[in-house]
């Protein structure tokens, strides 16, 4: 196999129609009146939300744009009202500031300095608000998860990836930006350096240490069962880069499931209850 | 015997678990396949209960015969028509040994069963961990000649076919649950295994999502020449009626003799070569 772009490609089309039928049938079995999702302005949730109102109609999908003080960014708030409009999306903005601060208020040992823990409390307070929604209205909640940040668990655990359904979960980022564009997501919010937006300046790509680019090809060969030699050789790159994404990859196993336990009885959650979603 | 007849290609999606929502549907289509002048109405693998159904299985499998067999029947007898469909049968010697079978139903009760010979258990697919492996290919004797059934990754294992067809069928229906990855593997097999075997292949898949699963439909009925006669849509439900006549082996066989040029003294040493893999 040759790690090149060209074996990111695929049928655009085709993806859009199994992405929305996925959507469609998701929320038709769940009896659910539709769909909402946190909208950051940023690629991910905007193709989420695109592919949303493609499977069902945007008068049924609820979009949260949920700005903080600390992160706030007109730029974003925008991009989050013009996906919207584009797809006839209804939008409710809700600014988490209070509660943020009432939380951290209440939280004896809150570090104002420690910004990773800082900012996944705004991710599972967003996530608090989507659900709410969720269980009011009787709607589905949309992660916008890609493959690329759930592989190497760039995600707040509980808090972005918390969803019923992840649609985008099987495509990269670097694919979901090449369906975004083929949906019409309008090219200002493909085009801008992803953000998480935990803390003020951050960016994914800085934060990572490598460009979605080349991580994602990375992640493809590993994907394949291909060994870290043959990627880094492929890709013309340190095997210590390639070495350090598997690491990543797997160490973060545990923010991709259910919490462990440990067999007791006959049959036991996460080990040998299999059930089927029906 | 007939030697011309209409096959008909019931492409359905199914209600994971719910036996009675999907034999209805059955009931649907076999009225529909009389009323397009079939003999022959072909379901998808496990189309009595859907594909995805993990430890459920064991409270859904079912002796054969049993009550959905006789359901099944029922439909056939009423409406003067042969049934193919899937289900997750329960060995009637223990209690919770399962397989993979496809059941062939006609107008005069039941014909036969095939017990799938290889399950997929590798990628997303876990049949081994519920199912038994069959032993013995599936050929019956019916009023439409003598039928061949496998179901879905047999196909990828050429001498099922060949037992198959050297055991008289000429018609063989190949029932499938394949998620929409597998595409080119199938629509590339159906037709080899009808060419070098020539005879009819009749393909046909589940459409829908189960567990985020979504299978792709494109069912066919394949000449012995290798050419399409009719296909379905993919990734929904769909129906479509094609004929088989026999008669058109006997014109492609002296054409491309596979049968005629076949080298038993291989088989031995490819017996030989796999266990020895």
Known sequence: ?????????????????KVARFIRDYVEKAKAKGIVLGLSGGVDSSTAAALSAIAIGGDKVLGLVLPERETYSPREVKHAKLVAEKFGIKTETIDITPTLKTIQKTIPVFDPEDKLCKGNLKARTRMLYIYYYANKLNLIVCGSSDKSETMIGYFTKWGDVAADIAPLMDLYKTQVRKLAKHIGVPDEIVDKPPSPMLWPGQTAE?????????????????????????????LNIERELVERIEKRWKSMEHKRRLPQTTKIQYRTVGFDFRLPQT | MKTRFKVALAQISCQQGDKEANLRKIKDYAVKAKQHNADLVIFPELSLTGYVLRDELYKLAEKIPGPSTKAIEEIAREHEIHI?????????????????????????????KYRKMHLPTHSVFEEKRYFRPGYQTGVFETNLGKIGLIICYDIFFPEICRLTRLNGAQLIVCISASPAVRKSFFETLTIARAMENTAFVAYVNLVGVEDGLQFWGGSRLVGPNGKVIVSSKYDEEDFAVGEVDYAEIRYIEPLVPTLKDLRPEIFEKLKDAAENL
Do not use: C, R
């Open chain 2, 84 to 112: 193919v469909y899937g289900m997750p049968e329960v060995s009637e010697k223990t209690q919770a040994t399962l397989y993979n079978t496809a059941v062939i139903v006609g107008p005069k009760g039941l014909i036969g």
């Open chain 1, 1 to 17: 196999m040759k790690l090149a772009p060209e074996v990111l490609e695929l049928d655009w089309e085709e993806v859009k129609n």
């Open chain 1, 206 to 234: 800085e934060e990572i240490g490598v460009k979605y680019e080349l991580l994602d090809l990375i992640l493809y060969g590993l994907e394949h069962f291909m060994k870290t030699d043959e990627i880094a050789e492929q």
